[in-house]
């Protein structure tokens, strides 16, 4: 069933990269009306000369620290999804309040526009730094998703429709600010790569698999879960030999300058506390609440949760072997 034919969408930080692919596919789906809100004009700018003044888009300037701004907008919306976040570790490290008003303040006002304009369903996106996070912008992630989890309790009590779910997930391939773009901005400048630890590995997930876990959450949640998709990992190491393997030796330069701020060695996916509330749904995992929802307790009441033994972090799951990750390097355009 095409639950988004017909419907208004929402998509906040609608310019960036998932943003951006999110849209493409959307529109696939015949929506009534897709909104971009963002507060960059000059992506807005662009994206709308992509799509060549397509009647099904308008584009919004504002932001989500702005709960006026957000309420205005969702006038007659049925789903939002929320990509609006500031994602650079580093950055937030040194700008932690700043992070704090978009990542958790902002999530807060996403929740009470939606309940406000009666919105059906909003779909929060996080992060793999969520999980047991060491940095600022993990641990504003992380109480996003406990923010968007309990905006849930009191729905059928107060009369509420909206519905609030997650989606948590790691790398996606080619994001603004991660560390493949970097990678090719450096080699196509002719500078040495630069690299934190070699032995750090990190789950990897296309854009296209990130949407596909979006629009999973949106058609599956009933208000409270955490969806995760099933996703392989790679090292450093390999990453950097897969984008370098083809240079001249002149040009496989590489300095490790050391772990920066907030940063991990290894990452996860789903917490050893969360696992006795994980459920396998085939491609994806889904991550129950601590908390009493009974929407929750009805559906996934007979499905069986992982063993107390279970792990799911970055150095344990199916890793993409050098070549592996070079062929998708090359499907996903990041190698000449």
Same mark, same amino acid.
């Given at each position: ?6 419907? $208004? ?6 310019? *960036? ?7 493409? =596919? ?5 929506? @009534? ?23 099904? @888009?308008?584009?919004?300037? *504002? ?85 968007t989890t ?19 997930? *790691? ?9 493949? %773009? ?16 070699? !032995? ?12 596909k876990l ?41 300095? !490790? ?16 506390? =969360?696992? %006795?509330?994980?459920?396998d749904i ?15 307790? !009805? ?11 279970? $792990? ?7 890793? @993409? ?13 990041? @190698?000449?």
């Amino acid at each position: 069933m095409n639950i988004f034919q017909g419907k $208004r969408i929402l998509v906040t930080g609608g310019t *960036g990269s998932f943003g951006k692919m999110f849209v493409k =596919e959307i529109l696939t789906y015949e929506p @009534l009306e897709v909104i971009i809100f963002s507060r960059d004009e000059n992506k807005q700018g662009a994206m709308n000369q992509e799509y060549k003044n397509d009647p099904r @888009l308008r584009f919004v300037l *504002g932001d989500v620290r702005d709960y006026h701004s957000l309420r205005e907008v969702m006038r007659g919306v049925n789903y939002v999804f929320n990509a609006a976040a500031y994602k650079w570790v580093p950055a937030v490290e040194l700008n932690v309040y700043e992070g704090v008003k978009t990542n958790i303040i902002g999530v807060q006002n996403v929740i009470d526009a939606a309940r406000d304009e009666n919105v059906e369903k909003v779909v929060q996106l996080s992060t793999d730094k969520a999980v047991e996070p060491i940095n600022a912008m993990g641990m504003q992630k992380a109480l996003g998703e406990r923010l968007t989890t309990t905006a849930n309790l009191y729905r059928e009590r107060d009369g509420v429709r909206t519905v609030f779910v997650s989606t948590r997930y *790691g790398n996606v391939l080619g994001s603004r600010g991660s560390v493949i %773009p970097l990678f090719r901005s450096l080699i196509d400048a002719g500078k040495p790569l630069t690299v934190t630890s070699f !032995e750090m590995t990190r789950f990897i997930l296309t854009l296209q698999d990130s949407v596909k876990l979006v629009i999973k959450a949106m058609e599956e949640g009933v208000g409270g879960e955490i969806f995760v998709q099933k996703m392989p990992a790679h090292t450093i190491r390999d990453l950097v030999d897969a984008m370098t393997e083809d240079l001249p030796e002149d040009k496989k330069q590489v300095v !490790e300058i050391g772990i920066r701020p907030g940063e991990k060695i290894h990452e996860s996916l789903i917490g050893f506390a =969360e696992t %006795p509330r994980t459920v396998d749904i085939g491609d994806y995992y889904v991550i129950l609440p601590q908390i009493q929802i009974t929407a929750i307790e !009805e559906k996934y009441k007979s499905m069986n949760k992982q063993s107390k033994d279970f $792990r799911y972090t970055s150095d344990v799951v199916k890793r @993409l072997s050098k070549d592996e990750l070079k062929q998708l390097l090359k499907e996903q355009g990041w @190698l000449s």
